[in-house]
């Protein structure tokens, strides 16, 4: 190679190594994704209040990552303990909604903290929710508690916030502690506390999650955050990090051998077996045979690759406009039910006819309405969607 064609080369390494350095280097852009995390630093994250907890309890943070079922046999049921969700949509079903019933009744506090809830807690507890606007930057909106002694403490939220509030509670076993005011809106009511049980149980529901965010920690409305926390009892307190957002997963589909050490080490020495074998039995002992693959149907491939475009490009409400449309065509087809009007008879029809509970069946269709009405959707609400189609699915069958 002569003397040109080097400095030549060593001219485009140089700046390969410059691009790549300049792109290691460069601040990486805001995250404002929905995540209400404890160890996220980011606007919506919870990092800030998560480390603020110590000052409303004399006791350890318990960090609960499992979900409620699972994670309410180990809390000791002798002391009393406030449980803390904060996301934007939570829902408890089954299991999970019993275990929760079951701990609030034992005379512990659970505080809920989201702009959508539904699901059979909230059927039990007889409130509905509604979320006004659909945009990031929503209208401006004061919010205030109904205790006069805390008139000092409302607050003013500008932006990155959601105008949610109830419009259904059970104004027997229901006190209501904060509103929500703006000029559409006039004044709403966003903060309730529901007595459980006759163990001096209660749940705190509150519809403004985005005021425990560390954007609004950050930004002077700290206060407004301490005084919804400042109704908890002085108990031990359990922060919930599975209910989330921006939970934390670990996408191999390995992670609960590789969690198991048993396990782990019976699947090292199946590899290292496995790689032994091919070596000593890699050399054939007759000419192969040709595989002659018949003719695939490739619709369903095709099909998949579709949504697979769909979902790469998070056209969210795209997919879930388009599984609606062909979950209710199903309805019609199957059931022979007009799908027009998803009231309360269609609900009941739909439930005798496929044989499913009526609480399951007016969960799924509430959760439609909901995405219906919902114009901007996100991953997690594609997600619970689809969960709940395939779990009514799979029970027909």
Not at 148 to 161: E, G, Q, R, W, Y
Not at 338 to 343: E, M, P, R, S, V
Request: aromatic share 12%.
């Amino acid at each position: 190679m002569d003397k040109r064609s080097k400095i030549a080369l060593y001219s485009i390494g140089a700046v390969i190594l410059l691009m790549i350095i300049g792109e290691i280097a460069k601040p990486k852009a805001l995250s404002w994704r929905d995540s209400y995390n404890s160890q996220d630093k980011i606007p919506l994250g919870c990092y800030v209040l998560f480390n603020e907890l110590e000052t409303f309890t004399d006791k350890d943070i318990i960090t609960n990552t499992n979900d409620f079922y699972s994670s309410s046999k180990d809390i000791d049921s002798t002391k009393k303990s406030t449980v803390i969700f904060i996301n934007k949509n939570i829902s408890f079903y089954g299991e999970e909604a019993d275990a929760l019933l079951k701990y609030v009744n034992q005379g512990n506090t659970a505080l809920i903290s989201t702009t959508s809830f539904y699901g059979k807690i909230a059927d039990t507890l007889n409130i509905e929710t509604r979320n006004v606007q659909t945009s990031f930057i929503k209208k401006e909106t004061e919010q205030e508690f109904t205790n006069p002694s805390l008139a000092d403490n409302k607050t003013i939220f500008k932006d990155v916030i959601e105008n949610s509030y109830f419009v259904s509670i059970d104004t027997l076993n229901t006190t209501v502690l904060g509103t929500i005011y703006n000029d559409e809106l006039e004044e709403k009511v966003n903060f309730i506390k529901v007595k459980f049980g006759e163990n001096n149980g209660a749940f705190l529901i509150h519809t403004n999650p985005f005021a425990f965010t560390n954007y609004h920690l950050l930004n002077n409305n700290e206060d407004y955050a301490a005084t919804v926390l400042s109704y908890l009892p002085k108990d031990q307190i359990i922060w919930d990090d599975y209910y989330k957002s921006g939970r934390r997963v670990i996408q191999s589909p390995l992670r609960y051998i590789l969690s198991q050490p048993s396990l782990k080490w019976a699947f090292y020495l199946a590899i290292t077996t496995l790689i032994v074998f091919v070596l000593f039995k890699s050399k054939r002992t007759q000419r192969i045979v040709p595989v002659i693959e018949p003719l695939e149907n490739t619709t369903v491939e095709f099909t998949k690759t579709i949504g697979g475009l769909y979902f790469q490009n998070k056209e969210y409400t795209n997919i879930i406009d388009k599984k609606i449309t062909f979950f209710l065509e199903s309805i019609r087809t199957q059931y022979y039910l007009n799908t027009t009007n998803l009231n309360s008879d269609f609900i009941e029809k739909l439930a005798l006819k496929s044989a499913t509970s009526l609480a399951d069946v007016k969960a799924l269709i509430d959760l439609i309405k909901y995405c219906k009405q919902k114009q901007v959707h996100t991953e997690n609400d594609l997600i619970v969607l689809n969960t709940k189609l395939e779990e009514f699915l799979n029970n027909e069958n």
